[in-house]
């Protein structure tokens, strides 16, 4: 973490986070291990105490499993040359190496006004007319610099991507060498302050609109710290599969505009389906949002605890039995929703949306009633148990035509039956 570090570094932390928004979110130093494309330390060792020993370019480059061209190089390169003769000692050679790699270097946005100007332009969004007239666009709120900016606040999409340039500049200067620039190097330019020829706003351009580039270590990083091992979907009974008993519930959440949304539950065996309703807490679109502060939109961890067990304990103890859910946080505080009502929750793995079959299709049906591209907090508790109720009492092939409501209400008959012959 950024506050991790800043304290290891002996900082504040708006210091620490202003170091590593002007690095452009990536650590700006060389990793110790060194990639496998470049020859390494110990490498260099060997090929010097072979060296020594007699042995030729492509016996050397057999025993370390690398190209002949690759060791022909390196001993010339980074020979030692203060003797009469080129003689290859692994910590000479090291240290060229590492001198070749010093980084930062002149950036060749910096020395190039002619590319960089031509760079900013395409990335800028500039569009002419045949006879070179700027054609200005839509204006666009003015960027603060920090956060990502918002779909409306982002520069009118005729900007150009930097690979986009990079490839272009071969195609309009074929003989020209100087008007060359990989992209990468102009994500640097964009994101690195200290390699800083471009202006940082130009950042609001990109399709993505980042402000920070994200590494792809950290892309791989999960968010899925309250998925506990006990909770993963393996750890799931296997009555839970065949659907024999009910009482299996799956869960998810149906998504609408300004971060409204909708809770919902189905039973897997029945196809039972009920709502959770989830209003805004109060304050919401008044307080300003804050990192880490309280969650007003409706379905906050806590919130959305609260709201399911209110939902769920409605039900028998004996149709109270799991529940499996996405990997969504909006559940993260499962255990003390498993104490509340007895409900064991459990996860299902990522990206596997077909072990909540029965939700998935659910969801799909209910979108009937709830379109995309609307604001679910539109509609109050009584509209939504309204359709929950017109849902569950259309009739559905997987039950032979019956509706879930009448599969359900057979259920509860014979658990009243079953406990008024047990009591006699």
Not at 213 to 228: D, G, I, L, N, S
Not at 257 to 283: C, D, K, N, W, Y
Not at 302 to 307: G, Q, W
């Amino acid at each position: 973490m950024t506050e991790d570090a800043a304290a290891e570094a002996g900082v504040s932390s708006p210091v620490g986070f202003r170091w590593f928004r002007h690095a452009g979110g990536v650590n700006p130093r060389l990793s110790q291990v060194v990639s496998g494309r470049y020859l390494s330390s110990s490498e260099r060792e060997d090929i010097a105490l072979w060296r020594a020993q007699g042995a030729g370019v492509r016996e050397i480059a057999r025993r370390i499993g690398r190209a002949p061209s690759t060791i022909s190089r390196e001993l010339r390169r980074n020979a030692s040359t203060r003797s009469y003769r080129l003689d290859y000692k692994a910590s000479t050679a090291q240290w060229h190496a590492e001198r070749r790699a010093r980084r930062p270097k002149t950036a060749k946005l910096v020395a190039n006004d002619r590319l960089r100007h031509y760079v900013q332009e395409r990335l800028s969004g500039v569009v002419r007319t045949a006879d070179g007239k700027v054609l200005n666009g839509p204006a666009a709120p003015e960027w603060k610099g920090r956060n990502k900016p918002h779909r409306g606040d982002r520069a009118w999409v005729t900007a150009w991507s930097p690979e986009q340039i990079s490839r272009r500049l071969e195609v309009e200067f074929p003989d020209d060498e100087s008007m060359r620039i990989s992209h990468e190097a102009i994500y640097q330019a964009l994101y690195v302050e200290s390699r800083g020829a471009l202006k940082r706003e130009l950042v609001a351009c990109l399709r993505k609109g980042r402000t920070l580039r994200v590494p792809r270590a950290r892309a791989k990083q999960k968010a899925w710290a309250h998925v506990t091992p006990e909770a993963l979907i393996s750890k799931r009974p296997p009555e839970v599969a065949d659907r024999a008993v009910p009482g299996h519930w799956e869960g998810d959440l149906i998504i609408g505009l300004q971060r409204s949304a909708i809770g919902t539950l189905v039973e897997r065996t029945t196809r039972f389906t009920m709502l959770v309703h989830l209003p805004r807490e109060q304050g919401y679109g008044l307080v300003p949002r804050t990192k880490n502060g309280p969650a007003l939109a409706g379905y906050g961890a806590v919130t959305m605890t609260n709201a399911l067990a209110t939902t769920i304990t409605t039900l028998p103890e004996q149709l109270r039995r799991s529940l499996t859910w996405d990997r969504g946080k909006e559940l993260s505080d499962h255990a003390r929703f498993t104490v509340v009502t007895g409900v064991k929750v459990y996860f299902a793995d990522p990206k596997c949306p077909w072990q909540r079959g029965s939700n998935e299709n659910t969801n799909g049906l209910l979108r009937q009633y709830f379109p995309k591209g609307t604001d679910l907090s539109r509609w109050d508790a009584e509209e939504i148990e309204a359709i929950a109720h017109t849902l569950n009492t259309r009739p559905r092939k997987t039950l032979g035509w019956k509706t879930p409501a009448e599969a359900f209400n057979e259920y509860l008959q014979s658990l009243q039956q079953t406990g008024v012959a047990s009591t006699d």
